[in-house]
């Protein structure tokens, strides 16, 4: 299944590089973690950030990284948070509005049926 892996990364916000890195570090991790009970990670920002940099409008931008991430989030199966932001919390919204699962750990995912 694709489980989309989350949390608050705050690149936009004024995060410190080296606060970034360990948020991405996490993520990373995480996708890992995914990756070895069978399922396949999807991390939206992985994915939205190399053409979001290319937008100049913050607006625009964070238009185009809702939209990304939204339009991922539509192939999953599941949800797997590793904290909360707003862009988080309209994550959870979108996978619960579907019915699907929202795992608040790791240890929560089940694994993959092979």
Same mark, same amino acid.
């Given at each position: 299944?694709?489980?989309? $892996?989350?949390?608050? !990364?705050?690149?936009?916000?004024?995060? @410190?590089?080296?606060?970034?890195? *360990?948020?991405?570090?996490?993520?990373?991790?995480?996708?890992?973690? $995914?990756?070895?009970?069978?399922?396949?990670?999807? $991390?939206?920002?992985?994915?939205?950030?190399?053409?979001?940099?290319?937008?100049?409008?913050?607006? *625009?931008?964070?238009?185009?990284?809702?939209?990304?991430?939204?339009?991922?989030?539509?192939?999953?199966?599941?949800?797997?948070?590793?904290?909360?932001? @707003?862009? $988080?919390?309209?994550?959870? @919204?979108?996978?619960?509005?579907?019915?699907?699962? !929202?795992?608040?750990?790791?240890?929560?995912?089940?694994?993959?049926?092979?």
């Amino acid at each position: 299944m694709l489980i989309m $892996v989350t949390g608050p !990364v705050g690149r936009f916000s004024g995060t @410190s590089p080296a606060e970034l890195a *360990e948020r991405l570090g996490r993520i990373a991790t995480a996708s890992l973690d $995914v990756l070895k009970k069978g399922h396949v990670p999807v $991390v939206g920002v992985y994915q939205a950030y190399p053409m979001i940099d290319l937008i100049e409008d913050m607006t *625009e931008k964070m238009r185009a990284l809702e939209n990304s991430i939204l339009g991922l989030a539509a192939h999953c199966g599941g949800l797997l948070v590793l904290g909360r932001s @707003s862009g $988080v919390n309209q994550e959870i @919204s979108f996978f619960r509005s579907k019915g699907l699962p !929202v795992f608040e750990s790791i240890d929560d995912l089940p694994p993959a049926d092979r």
